[in-house]
């Protein structure tokens, strides 16, 4: 059993930046993909990026790229993503998400993880 908690959300304004954290709580050593997804209000929910926990794989989608950095501490069993540059689009509850698995050099569809932490709000205002 994966447990997930994420915490770094906040407002800011627009070109800001904030750090998002996902402590993982797992008891094996078994290699996972990491994901962080956002959903914004009326809308789907979004894959934003992925790492692969025992490799060097991470993937973006096209929205954040440049802009978002996700790296992961495996002493400390936290996934980051980096946000910076933030523009009032990237408004969503950003939530950590897990499943024992390859990323397969994408972050992929919501449904293939099994494992989700509990939300996390991002704000930027204009």
């Known amino acids: 059993q994966v447990q997930l908690v994420e915490s770094g959300g906040g407002s800011v304004q627009a070109g800001g930046s904030l750090r998002l954290s996902c402590e993982v709580s797992e008891d094996t050593n078994k290699p996972y993909c990491m994901a962080w997804f956002r959903q914004a209000p009326g809308k789907e929910r979004e894959g934003v990026a992925a790492i692969y926990t025992h490799g060097d794989l991470s993937v973006y989608a096209d929205s954040v790229k440049g802009r978002f950095t996700i790296s992961q501490d495996n002493v400390e069993k936290t996934v980051y993503l980096q946000m910076k540059n933030l523009k009032p689009e990237d408004t969503a509850v950003y939530y950590c998400?897990?499943?024992?698995?390859?990323?397969?050099?994408?972050?992929?569809?919501?449904?293939?993880?099994?494992?989700w932490g509990q939300g996390t709000q991002v704000t930027v205002s204009s």
């Open positions: 998400a897990a499943k024992a698995d390859y990323c397969y050099f994408q972050v992929g569809s919501s449904a293939t993880y099994p494992f």
